[in-house]
């Protein structure tokens, strides 16, 4: 949704004005902005609304990071065992 937002934004600009354009977007302050707003639009959608999805998104969340930290030993394990086998 956000990139259709930003390509409809930069779509009829000229090339020599996109980065213009971009350059305000990659300041801290708006990123620190936008960061805000995911967090209010979240906190709306699912915090005041009493809804259970916020313990499912830390449930798959902490799945998802555990499966990431555990890829490096598990990609070693596999080479080490195609070596030798």
Request: aromatic fraction near 12%.
């Amino acid at each position: 949704m956000a990139m259709r937002r930003f390509y409809n934004e930069i779509k009829g600009k000229r090339v020599s004005e996109v980065p213009e354009h971009v350059k305000p977007m990659l300041s801290l302050n708006y990123i620190k902005k936008a960061i805000q707003r995911g967090f209010d639009n979240y906190h709306a959608k699912y915090i005041e609304t009493s809804s259970p999805d916020p313990i499912f998104h830390v449930c798959y969340g902490g799945m998802i990071f555990s499966y990431l930290v555990a890829l490096p030993h598990e990609r070693r394990h596999l080479q080490h065992a195609q070596q030798h086998h």
